[in-house]
């Protein structure tokens, strides 16, 4: 009877020391209580010996994996065997108390190993084995020793092994089931010869070496420009981006060139969009101011819109609505005032008193003169109405610095007061006083400043300013276009909606 079971696929447990061999059964000795498994597997790793054998007293359990049909004339070692060893469940055998033969019914599986023949759907199956509990574990010990002394016996032990499911452990699903049999998905995964794996490492640096990317977007490119096709990466079609305050409407070209004076600037400024603001010379500059008195606007006029623009200008710097809020208790903002007897004093003088309104403490300095010009009086007049203070010494001024300093010393006429005493000991004071300095309107020559500015403000047109003058700034003071034209200045204006806009040299 024991012959009828030649050619089965059995899985032998051996326990943890020898672990579990799975093969095709090729002997079974009932004298000796031997079984012998051909091409065997040792914990899934394909053994070199072609045969081995166990005793009954080595095995703590046996399943068998697949039974040979009726038809299957098939034969211990035939050449048609697969050595890829599967896992399976099925008629699982045990000894009993009394050393006979225990009668287990368990249905077995129906899953079989790639490229071997899979048996018939077999729902239950009996089998008897008498193994002998007593034999001693003797021979079992002394065969092994032979086997792992033999040629190219080896037993293998692989990490990735121990961490998945062995097949004796596989449990089927019923959910597999297609045409009475289940795939085993472990067979699929580890199923493969482990002697098939190279040992050698993928060279991924020679790989990448293979491939020439510079030429692969090359050929890319070239096919794109002769079908027509867009290219999603390439650099030079970039998507045209507006701001908010762009139109995205198509319109006349730009014309970045809208004011042409008569006579070729000796430097060009130009505005944070682009368009280019030519200088003008200090005769043509005030001949303009002069065509614009006879139509009306008038010096008080210039001195209001000058006094408004540079307060602004200023109230900026100082830090704008940062600052100067109400919400804010630090100490208001000290800006020292240094003004001249003419006409550039007067504007500085009108700034003083937009600064004083919004509750900056200004400190006006104005030398003692016998007689004053009639707008600087003017100015005073309505100065001394505000909460400023002003002073005629140097010694009054403060021996601290201040946050700002608004520099109308300096005038294009009257060069003989940059001697006075009073001009040279306020230039040190302003020198040695570590806050900024902005002027208003300051001479072209470097000169005649005596103090550096850090920012300079220009009224209707630049003059062509040096490097002391600092950053430059223009204020339209109001001239109509017209009064340009009637100069032979082609004008168009620059500020769009600000009155005090920066310039940048070209």
């Known amino acids: 009877m024991a012959t009828d079971w030649l050619g089965s696929i059995v899985s032998i447990n051996c326990g943890e ?54 038809g299957d004339s098939r034969q211990c070692g035939d050449s048609q065997q697969t050595d890829t060893a599967m896992p399976g469940v099925g008629c699982q ?56 002394q033999s040629k190219g016996f080896r037993r293998r032990h692989n990490s990735w092994s121990s961490s998945s499911r062995h097949p004796n452990q596989v449990t089927p699903k019923k959910s597999g089931l297609k045409n009475g049999q289940m795939k085993s998905k472990d067979d699929e995964c580890f199923g493969d010869d482990i002697d098939e794996i ?63 004076v008569p006579q070729n600037p000796n430097k060009e400024f130009c505005t944070d969009s682009g368009l280019v603001v030519p200088s003008v010379s200090y005769e043509l500059h ?29 109230l900026s710097l100082l830090g704008g609505p940062n600052r100067l809020n109400p919400k ?35 400190i006006l300095f104005l030398p003692n003169f016998v007689k004053m010009l009639e707008s600087i009086t003017n100015e005073l007049n309505l100065f001394s109405k505000t909460q400023g203070q002003q002073v005629s ?16 010393l300096d005038c294009h006429e009257n060069a003989f007061l940059r001697d006075q005493p009073w001009y040279k000991a306020v230039v040190d004071w ?39 003058a600092g950053r430059v700034y223009l204020c339209d003071i109001g001239i109509p276009q017209k009064v340009f034209q009637e100069v032979g200045i082609n004008y168009h204006s620059p500020f769009g909606c600000k009155f005090v806009i920066p310039l940048h040299s070209t």
């Open 17 to 70: 020391s020898l672990g579990v061999y799975q093969g095709r059964v090729s002997a079974v000795d009932q004298v000796s209580q031997t079984i012998s498994l051909t091409r065997p597997f040792h914990n899934g790793v394909k053994c070199l010996v072609p045969e081995v054998t166990f005793r009954a007293g080595d095995i703590t359990e046996l399943k068998i994996l697949e039974i040979p049909g009726p």
């Open 286 to 314: 005030k001949k303009l101011l002069a065509v614009a008195e006879k139509h009306g606007l008038t010096l008080e006029r210039r001195l209001e819109m000058t006094g408004v623009c540079a307060s602004q200008m200023a």
């Open 430 to 468: 302003a020198n040695q006083n570590r806050a900024p300095v902005l002027s208003i309107d300051p001479p072209i020559s470097e000169m005649e400043l005596g103090i550096d500015a850090k920012w300079s403000l220009a009224l209707g047109l630049p003059l062509p300013l040096g490097e002391r």
């Open 328 to 362: 804010n208790v630090h100490q208001r903002p000290t800006v020292a005032l240094l003004c001249g007897p003419h006409v550039k004093g007067a504007q500085g003088i009108s700034c003083g008193r937009h600064l004083s309104n919004h509750d900056v403490h200004v």
């Open 198 to 260: 190279p040992d050698t490492d993928f060279d991924f640096e020679g790989n990448l070496a293979l491939f020439d990317k510079a030429a692969v977007f090359e050929e890319i490119e070239t096919y794109e420009r002769r079908s027509g096709t867009r290219s999603r990466g390439t650099p030079n079609e970039k998507p045209a981006r507006y701001r908010h305050d762009e139109n995205i409407l198509e319109s006349e070209p730009i014309v970045y060139r809208r004011i042409v």
């Open 393 to 408: 010494s140097v010694k009054d001024l403060p021996d601290t610095p201040v946050d700002l300093v608004i520099n109308c």
């Open 93 to 148: 055998v045990g000894p009993s108390q009394n050393g006979t033969g225990k009668v287990l019914k368990k249905p077995l599986s129906s899953s079989a190993p790639q490229n071997i023949p899979r048996r018939t759907d077999v729902k239950s199956q009996e089998l008897i084995i008498s193994p002998q509990q007593q034999c001693s574990k003797s021979y079992m010990d002394r065969h092994m020793e032979t086997l792992s």
